[in-house]
């Protein structure tokens, strides 16, 4: 017997009813990023290594999908390469091409190849799939869909008020209220690193900071002591782990916290003017809040950091995150081009409106009507009317073998309630000669005989 095919864990099919919810968010997402003046790019599945290597960090790295190179690939490594063992080595010889780990990155890549055509700033959305080496669980897969937009080729402060103002229309138009933005600032985590006297070890420290919610405090200051921060700088990071309050009250702690730190104080002064800007603007359902202990552990945060929080009571992680980078695209040449950008969790956002019930019922509407197939004649003038009915824009087919037996009748029936096609038109012998036809209301049971003007009408 074969065996049965299976797909890879972290991957997943996707039915009808999945697909049509999946579209929905997306272009619930496509429509905000046009409103916000956004236009869309589109780069390769998969890049050079050297692109994306280096640019995560060595955590991100790790999770980076290489592709062996074509033909002979071991023939290029040497019995000593082979002997040493070294990952690095060998990986750098068999493989010169790598999926693609997020589309920032590659957005960075874009814009240095093509920044003679680019007119700055360049506002661009990108929504395609990424991949990603990590361990499956709730909410988090292998391969996925993510949905960005960037600023590229501006400093001001207004980029990143307009990103908290499009989070908040695309979760206002998905109808997911109570969501919290939460925003920090990288240069807030290099004045508290300067203050505990952990420069150096800044991306450590932030990655262990990170953690807290997930971890807790106790186990965040292990992991602090176990990358070399001392017990005196750790002690003197206590007041963030009991940090709490409204956003005003929290930068003015803040402040106290970081007075010796120039650094941190610019990065105070940025949050205050995008609060006090979004406080006069206003939002419409979503919440922005300070949380200092926000970092997302990735090297090219150079100022605001973005993620986003599903609503009270929902078990998700985040559904959305970003920040600024100030120098992104200077790994590839192109140096003091200052971008910021967000992106949407597509998977995730899917389960919380799947959980919250906010999916329209109109977003999983299918072929609305079923011409029962009597014979070769009668398709004939079935088709005729199911040509006149999407010519009107209704969803309407014909079942494509006709009926021999009453047995074959009822496998037609049973085909459109597993469907949950609400009606059906029956055109036999009879609505031949009357040039008629008798639509039948699935749920209800009824049905009427009606002209094609009358059928038409109904079914719009």
Not at 400 to 429: C, H, T
Request: net charge negative.
């Amino acid at each position: 017997m074969a065996q049965k095919p299976s797909i890879p864990k972290g991957t997943r099919d996707f039915n009808a009813e999945t697909v049509a919810k999946r579209s929905y968010i997306i272009e619930t997402i496509k429509q905000q990023f046009k409103v916000y003046g956004f236009q869309p790019i589109e780069t390769p599945s998969f890049e050079n290594s050297e692109t994306l290597m280096g640019k995560y960090g060595d955590e991100g790295d790790r999770l980076i999908f290489k592709i062996l190179n074509s033909g002979e690939y071991l023939k290029k490594i040497s019995d000593e390469d082979y002997q040493s063992k070294s990952e690095t080595v060998i990986t750098s010889k068999i493989s010169e091409k790598a999926l693609r780990y997020d589309l920032t990155v590659p957005f960075a890549r874009y814009v240095v190849q093509h920044q003679n055509d680019i007119e700055f700033p360049f506002k661009r959305y990108q929504i395609q799939p990424v991949w990603r080496a990590d361990r499956p669980q709730k909410g988090r897969f292998r391969e996925f869909y993510q949905c960005d937009a960037d600023v590229i080729g501006s400093r001001s402060l207004f980029q990143e008020v307009e990103f908290i103002q499009l989070y908040d229309g695309v979760f206002t138009a998905l109808h997911l209220e109570g969501v919290t933005i939460k925003i920090n600032n990288r240069k807030i985590l290099s004045g508290i690193a300067e203050v505990v006297g952990a420069q150096d070890k800044l991306i450590d420290f932030t990655v262990a900071l990170d953690k807290l919610d997930k971890i807790g405090e106790e186990k965040v200051k292990e992991e602090m002591l176990s990358k070399g921060i001392s017990q005196d700088g750790i002690a003197k990071l206590q007041p963030l782990f009991v940090l709490s309050g409204d956003f005003g009250f929290q930068i003015e702690s803040l402040k106290q916290i970081l007075n010796t730190s120039e650094v941190g104080l610019k990065g105070i002064e940025e949050l205050e003017f995008i609060n006090k800007t979004i406080s006069t603007l206003q939002l419409k359902t979503a919440k922005l809040q300070l949380d200092v202990t926000l970092a997302r552990g990735l090297n090219y945060y150079t100022g605001a950091i973005f993620e986003v929080s599903a609503p009270a009571g929902v078990n998700m992680g985040s559904i959305g995150g970003g920040g600024r980078y100030d120098d992104l695209t200077g790994v590839f040449g192109l140096k003091n081009m200052s971008g910021v950008g967000i992106s949407f969790g597509l998977d995730r956002i899917y389960l919380v409106l799947e959980e919250l019930g906010l999916f329209p019922e109109s977003v999983t509407e299918n072929t609305k009507v079923l011409f029962i197939n009597f014979g070769e004649v009668e398709a004939l003038e079935s088709l005729k009317a199911v040509t006149a009915l999407r010519n009107e824009g209704v969803n309407a087919e014909l079942y494509p073998d006709w009926v021999i037996s009453g047995k074959q009748m009822k496998k037609q029936m049973n085909y459109a309630n597993k469907r949950e096609i609400p009606f059906v038109v029956l055109v036999g012998e009879e609505e031949l000669k009357a040039n008629s036809f008798t639509l039948k209301d699935m749920v209800s049971g009824s049905q009427e005989t009606v002209s094609l003007e009358n059928l038409i009408f109904k079914l719009k």
